[in-house]
């Protein structure tokens, strides 16, 4: 069984920083791609970021460039999202996704494996 569980969001103010925290249980997680995405009302789960195995291999959607850092910590078992420069745009709940393939991936099909999301919201 394989869960994984999001912490760290919360309200910030414009330009202030987060940073969310996915503990995955298991010890397969080493073997994992990692992503990132997110929902706002109204509109679909995109994606934000994704870190491959073993951090190697990073990639971000253009949004995001800049101001947010994907990394991951095998020893721990976590995948961390380090959020700076937070816009209201922002603002959504996000969702850390594995998956046992191990190559990063922006699309969502294809992670197997998601937490339960975490609410993250930036004030003007």
């Known amino acids: 069984q394989v869960q994984l569980v999001e912490s760290g969001g919360g309200l910030v103010q414009a330009g202030g920083s987060l940073r969310l925290s996915c503990a995955a249980s298991?010890?397969?997680?080493?073997?994992?791609?990692m992503g990132w995405f997110r929902q706002a009302p109204g509109k679909e789960r995109e994606f934000v970021a994704t870190?491959?195995?073993?951090?190697?291999?990073?990639y971000y959607t253009d949004s995001v460039k800049g101001r947010v850092i994907i990394s991951r910590d095998n020893g721990k078992n976590t995948v961390y999202l380090q959020m700076n420069s937070l816009k209201p745009e922002d603002t959504a709940v996000y969702y850390c996704?594995?998956?046992?393939?191990?190559?990063?991936?922006?699309?969502?099909?294809?992670?197997?494996?998601w937490g339960q999301g975490t609410q993250v919201t930036v004030s003007s």
């Open positions: 870190i491959n195995w073993n951090g190697g291999s990073t």
């Open positions: 298991g010890r397969t997680f080493s073997s994992y791609a």
């Open positions: 996704a594995g998956r046992s393939g191990g190559l990063r991936s922006t699309r969502p099909d294809e992670y197997a494996y």
